[in-house]
């Protein structure tokens, strides 16, 4: 026990002997004042409204239930974009903006959804990434139906295995 008290007198010694010419540190606190912004509401109104009014698209009715049992999950919504889906296949896209829909009731997958299609078509962003994961495959099985109602959508398909595999999605947005 006495060697460890020595030791740690000696480490403190030296310790001392180091920091000589040193000097304290001055803590210097600088405060803001908070500027009270004026919030235009009725932009914020508008961009909820915008946001929602994508999600009546999306029906919780399975007419077609069994419409996208295959593997790997694609559409497209005419014949005319065949070519995009062709080019989604061959890992020709790239995603601009990725969504994580994990944890989240049908619902909030919906908002997110919702959300997301509204963004894509004010930043003019055409390629997105749907994050659904696996769980209950509730999600995976709901989102390509939703995503096949939307007008907005040209096409999805199963995202490659380096964004996710079977447990993602890389939609196209008509801008």
């Not at 919030?39 to 999600?55: A, P, S, V, W």
């Amino acid at each position: 026990m006495n060697k460890k008290r020595q030791c740690a007198t000696e480490d403190n010694i030296l310790f001392r002997q180091y920091l000589t010419n040193t000097r304290e540190i001055v803590q210097d606190t600088i405060f803001h004042s908070r500027i009270h912004k004026v919030k235009n509401t009725n932009l914020l109104k508008r961009l909820y409204i915008e946001e929602d009014g994508h999600i009546h698209y999306f029906s919780y009715t399975n007419k077609k239930k069994y419409l996208f049992q295959d593997n790997p999950v694609s559409y497209v919504r005419s014949r005319h974009s065949h070519k995009i889906l062709k080019n989604l296949k061959k890992e020709k896209y790239n995603p601009d903006i990725f969504i994580d829909l994990h944890g989240l009731t049908q619902y909030q997958a919906q908002k997110e959804l919702g959300r997301l299609i509204t963004i894509c078509r004010k930043e003019k962003i055409f390629c997105a990434h749907i994050m659904h994961g696996y769980g209950k495959c509730i999600l995976k099985q709901q989102i390509p139906f939703w995503l096949s109602q939307h007008p907005d959508i040209i096409a999805f398909h199963q995202a490659p295995k380096m964004f996710g595999s079977d447990a993602a999605i890389i939609v196209i947005i008509e801008i």
